[in-house]
């Protein structure tokens, strides 16, 4: 259980090794992108993926941001998606 769900610590936790939400992510991702792939092609694929959002519901906090961790450009690029994992 994380102490503090403040933007840079949900980002600090998620990037660190021991925690592999970063793996998780990339798992996710590959698998969305895959499918997305067979409907759309590569190029489609890649512009109807978002980003991923990580909800922390023990640190969230109404009308606040904390326990929200969102990631929009890490992971979405079509020769990491692969490269990553295999």
């Known amino acids: 259980m994380l102490e503090d769900y403040s933007t840079i610590s949900l ?3 998620v990037e ?5 939400y970063d793996l998780q992510r990339d ?7 895959e499918y997305l792939k067979n409907l759309f092609g590569p190029k489609e694929a890649l512009q109807k ?4 959002y990580y909800f ?7 009308g ?3 326990g929200i961790y ?3 450009f890490g992971v979405w690029k079509e020769s990491n ?4 994992l295999f």
Do not use: H, P, Q, T
């Open 11 to 13: 980002k600090r936790n």
């Open 16 to 20: 660190n090794l021991e925690s592999r």
């Open 27 to 33: 798992i996710y991702a590959l698998v969305l992108y």
């Open 49 to 52: 993926i978002g980003g991923v």
């Open 56 to 62: 922390f519901l023990r640190g969230m906090i109404y």
């Open 64 to 66: 606040e941001s904390s």
């Open 70 to 72: 969102s990631d929009f």
């Open 81 to 84: 998606l692969s490269v990553k």
